[in-house]
């Protein structure tokens, strides 16, 4: 994984992309601190780890949520297209 300061990724941005095209990863960094990271899209996102873990904190989430509205059954295609 490649390091870059701000200016550094702003100056030679066509030369960032370039790199993330071929597959490298690039962290931005500020001041030291990193505040970017810029990277090949993946193809299939659940291989991602930031992706399942993101993903995994959200069912989590859903889950301890407490149900609400009303149960409606099972909707017919009557009741969808009043037939």
Do not use: C, H
């Amino acid at each position: 994984m490649r390091e870059m300061t701000v200016r550094e990724a702003s100056q030679k941005f066509l030369e960032l992309i370039a790199v993330a095209e071929r597959g490298e990863t690039i962290v931005v960094t500020k001041n030291g601190k990193p505040v970017a990271k810029i990277a090949p899209p993946t193809l299939d996102r659940t291989s991602d780890p930031e992706w399942r873990s993101a993903f995994a904190a959200l069912k989590k989430s859903l889950r301890s949520k407490r149900r609400s509205g009303y149960p409606l059954g099972v909707i017919t295609e009557d009741d969808k297209y009043g037939a």
